[in-house]
């Protein structure tokens, strides 16, 4: 597969701010206004609303529209989603192709975006995981100043950069409902680093998204890299506020095997495990038995199928923060010996 190469922005340049999924702007106006302004005063773009982006209840057929317009516009030079949702897998296979391809340009977003991610990655454009407005960009009291080194590589830089793990992380929210809360500060936790398991370095292209939605792709038969494209790949994954168990992402990643694709690619990657939400609150205690269990359910399922890649878990992409617009169709080589990761960020 040969992949776009996507202009850099400018300080100036437009951005499109885009609800592909559940119009969060609507419901939330003062998180909204707060992304709005974290994009203008820290990072100098100036985004671009779109008829859609606030309307609760838009029919696919206008977010459709939406994500068309976006791109074919010549003055939008990247497009942001404002958060996810859960219905993109009914939709986003019907896109036409050539207003993506003949204006190919840098996307944002995670979770329910893996969809799109995905669609972008088949037609040969490359996107980011991660850097949705509400959840980075809007990211209450201050925004956290590693996520905004890497988005500033993600948006300004073409080079390769080394990917570190985060001193410090943060998995429970603060609540949208009440605008107070925009001038809290998380409370954040010490991280555990990255967990490696395997010593043989990789190289390949970024492919990957939500456990959940890959499990939509795959459910629903919705195409995704073949068998020879994934012979290169190097797969990510992370979870989301639903906190699936163990044993439903050790299903998801058996399906993975089922199909010859953990045989296939180069090495896994991992999200940090979320595993506290609103509706699944946790202790300490709790929580590190949840990621635990998700960890080795994962180990233990990719090497029924393949015992050599390496796997590392823990990297900071996802639904916890702070977070890594990873490359999404772009080159990253993992030096195993010296548990380094560096990634095409042009």
Same mark, same amino acid.
């Given at each position: 597969?040969?992949?776009?190469?996507?202009?850099?922005? &400018?300080?100036?340049?437009?951005?499109?701010?885009?609800?592909?999924?559940?119009?969060?702007?609507?419901?939330?106006?003062?998180?909204?206004?707060?992304?709005?302004?974290?994009?203008?005063?820290?990072?100098?773009?100036?985004?671009?609303?779109?008829?859609?982006?606030?309307?609760?209840?838009?029919?696919?057929?206008? &977010?459709?529209?939406?994500?068309?317009?976006?791109?074919?516009?010549?003055?939008?030079?990247?497009?942001?989603?404002?958060?996810?949702?859960?219905?993109?897998?009914?939709? #986003?296979?019907?896109?036409?192709?050539?207003?993506?391809?003949?204006?190919?340009?840098?996307?944002?977003?995670?979770?329910?975006?893996?969809?799109?991610?995905?669609?972008?990655?088949?037609?040969? #454009?490359?996107?980011?995981?991660?850097?949705?407005?509400?959840?980075?960009?809007?990211?209450?009291?201050?925004?956290?100043?590693?996520? @905004?080194?890497?988005?500033?590589?993600?948006?300004?830089?073409?080079?390769?950069?080394?990917?570190?793990?985060?001193?410090?992380?943060?998995?429970?929210?603060?609540?949208?409902?009440?605008?107070?809360?925009?001038?809290?500060?998380?409370?954040?936790?010490?991280?555990?680093?990255? +967990?490696?398991?395997?010593?043989?370095?990789?190289?390949?292209?970024?492919?990957?998204?939500?456990?959940?939605?890959?499990?939509?792709?795959?459910?629903?038969?919705?195409?995704?890299?073949?068998?020879?494209?994934?012979?290169?790949?190097? +797969?990510?994954?992370?979870?989301?506020?639903? #906190?699936?168990?163990?044993?439903?992402?050790?299903?998801?990643?058996?399906?993975?095997?089922?199909?010859?694709?953990?045989?296939?690619?180069?090495?896994?990657?991992?999200?940090?495990?979320?595993?506290?939400?609103?509706?699944?609150?946790?202790?300490?205690?709790?929580?590190?038995?949840?990621?635990?269990?998700?960890?080795?359910?994962?180990?233990?399922? @990719?090497?029924?199928?393949?015992?050599?890649?390496?796997?590392?878990?823990?990297?900071?992409?996802?639904?916890?923060?702070?977070?890594?617009?990873?490359?999404?169709?772009?080159?990253?080589? #993992?030096?195993?010996?010296?548990?380094?990761?560096? @990634?095409?960020?042009?």
């Amino acid at each position: 597969m040969d992949f776009a190469r996507l202009d850099k922005l &400018r300080p100036g340049n437009k951005i499109a701010v885009l609800s592909p999924s559940f119009a969060a702007p609507g419901k939330w106006p003062w998180v909204y206004e707060l992304g709005l302004k974290r994009l203008r005063e820290v990072f100098g773009l100036e985004p671009v609303e779109f008829p859609t982006t606030k309307k609760i209840g838009a029919s696919k057929e206008e &977010r459709s529209k939406d994500l068309i317009d976006a791109f074919e516009n010549k003055e939008v030079k990247a497009v942001i989603a404002s958060l996810g949702g859960d219905d993109q897998i009914t939709y #986003i296979k019907n896109l036409p192709v050539e207003p993506f391809v003949n204006n190919p340009k840098p996307f944002f977003g995670f979770s329910d975006n893996t969809h799109f991610e995905n669609f972008l990655w088949l037609h040969g #454009i490359p996107s980011y995981y991660g850097g949705s407005l509400f959840t980075e960009f809007a990211m209450q009291k201050r925004m956290d100043p590693y996520t @905004v080194e890497y988005l500033k590589h993600a948006l300004f830089d073409k080079d390769e950069f080394e990917l570190k793990p985060s001193d410090m992380y943060n998995d429970m929210g603060l609540d949208w409902n009440d605008p107070a809360n925009l001038d809290k500060e998380r409370v954040y936790e010490k991280n555990e680093g990255w +967990l490696w398991d395997g010593t043989q370095n990789a190289e390949g292209t970024t492919w990957g998204g939500c456990v959940e939605s890959i499990d939509e792709l795959l459910r629903h038969g919705v195409q995704i890299p073949s068998l020879q494209d994934f012979e290169n790949v190097v +797969l990510f994954a992370e979870t989301s506020e639903e #906190i699936p168990s163990a044993d439903y992402v050790r299903r998801v990643y058996r399906a993975l095997g089922e199909r010859g694709i953990l045989q296939r690619v180069k090495a896994v990657l991992t999200g940090r495990p979320k595993a506290w939400e609103f509706s699944n609150e946790r202790n300490a205690e709790e929580k590190h038995a949840h990621r635990e269990a998700q960890r080795a359910a994962i180990t233990k399922t @990719v090497r029924q199928y393949n015992s050599s890649i390496p796997i590392i878990h823990n990297l900071d992409i996802g639904h916890t923060a702070p977070q890594i617009p990873l490359p999404n169709g772009r080159r990253i080589r #993992i030096d195993a010996k010296e548990k380094k990761i560096f @990634v095409d960020f042009s």
